[in-house]
């Protein structure tokens, strides 16, 4: 999903920014707790965490926290 943001007007750009920064911000809470976090990828389930479920899903991708997240 490397599609390249589309011209938004400002108020839209800033609301677009307030959602990615939630998002990440979010995303680390869950790092520095120790919880994963799943999303979809390629089309498939994709579980980021070490506490990440084995079972739930056996053709799901697994990995480990990156070392930073993106905002």
Known sequence: MNNPDPI???THQQIL????????DELERKRRLG???VFWENGKLVYIGD???????PDAERRPFPAAIAA
């Open 35 to 37: 919880h994963y976090y």
């Open 51 to 57: 506490d990440a479920p084995k079972d739930e899903n």
């Open 17 to 24: 920014d307030c959602l990615r920064e939630a998002v990440a």
């Open 8 to 10: 938004l007007d400002p």
